[in-house]
């Protein structure tokens, strides 16, 4: 079995319902695809999904959370890094542009669409090296 480097994000109680945005997402994509085409759909797309979704009862009340893969920075953080090479924006734009036809040709509307909601994709695998104990330490 080969490692690979997942994040979990956890939603508030009071955010965790049957209807918020990633539970959403999952659905529709299981709905469209099934569940062993789930990670097929997600690599091949300008969006992620979530890989598995799951509850979990705390004294603050259930949270639902979300098994991802690991993204890069954020969009925001990144642009002093895209600079003026009108190659790079221009398929940034292009993916961006994708991932909302996508959503949109599943019913699905981003309402906070913005570039600090806008996550880099890494290169398969360039985290697989990584120690458990360098992962905890790294800088955030």
């Known amino acids: 079995m080969r490692k690979a480097w997942r994040a979990v994000k956890i939603y508030t ?4 319902s049957d209807d918020c945005a990633d539970a959403m997402v999952a659905g529709l994509f299981r709905s469209k695809g099934g ?16 890989l598995d979704t799951f509850c979990r009862d705390s004294p603050n009340g259930r949270h639902f959370c ?3 893969p690991v993204l890069g920075p954020r969009l925001s ?8 090479d009108s190659a790079r924006v221009n398929d ?11 959503l949109h040709q599943m019913g699905i509307c981003h309402n906070d669409f913005r570039r600090q909601n806008i996550l880099m994709k890494l290169q398969p695998g360039c985290l697989n ?10 800088p955030r």
Not at 13 to 16: F, G, M, T, Y
Not at 77 to 84: A, C, F, K
């Open 13 to 16: 109680a009071d955010q965790s």
């Open 35 to 50: 569940e062993s085409d789930l990670k097929l759909q997600a690599s091949c797309r300008s969006i992620t999904v979530p």
């Open 66 to 68: 979300s098994v991802q």
């Open 77 to 84: 953080d990144w642009r002093s890094e895209i600079g003026t």
């Open 92 to 102: 940034l734009c292009r993916q961006m542009v994708e991932g909302l036809r996508d």
């Open 129 to 138: 090296d990584i120690s458990e104990e360098d992962m905890r330490h790294s």
